[in-house]
């Protein structure tokens, strides 16, 4: 449990501990953190089913957050885990337009093309 105002007590147990702060399953706590630059990694466990409603993971930010994927694995037959960092060298933010450049050509050649 975190007291007092949670980015003083995150930033706290960053600085005191070494290992992993995990944080499952509270979106809002999710959203403060990397709103404020305090989340190093997502490990984001992907599963074969849309409900329709819920919560976004990422809801509205101050501004365009670039994420770069560092590793994937699949468990099962179906489950994906895809982790990312995120990316705070302003120079290296354009990877993510680069990478949406290489996926919109690749659908182009292969015929593909996606409804807004």
Same mark, same amino acid.
């Given at each position: 449990?975190?007291?007092?105002? &949670?980015?003083?007590? *995150? ?5 005191? #501990?070494? %290992?992993?702060? /995990?944080?499952?399953?509270? /979106? $809002? #706590?999710?959203?403060? !953190?990397?709103?404020?630059?305090? &989340? ?10 849309? !409900? ?16 770069? #994927? *560092?590793?994937?694995?699949? /468990?099962?037959?179906? &489950? ?11 120079? $290296? ?6 990478? $949406? ?9 292969? %015929? ?5």
């Amino acid at each position: 449990m975190l007291d007092g105002d &949670v980015l003083d007590a *995150v930033s706290r147990l960053k600085r005191q #501990l070494d %290992g992993d702060i /995990v944080v499952h399953g509270s /979106v $809002q #706590l999710a959203q403060t !953190l990397f709103e404020h630059d305090l &989340v190093d990694e997502f490990r984001l466990m992907v599963y074969p089913v849309v !409900l329709g409603t819920g919560d976004r993971l990422f809801g509205e930010t101050s501004d365009k957050k670039p994420l770069r #994927l *560092v590793d994937t694995k699949t /468990v099962g037959e179906s &489950v994906a885990i895809l982790t990312y960092e995120p990316i705070r060298d302003a120079g $290296q933010a354009g990877d993510g337009a680069r990478f $949406q450049e290489r996926r919109a050509a690749a659908l182009d050649r292969a %015929g593909i093309t996606e409804s807004a």
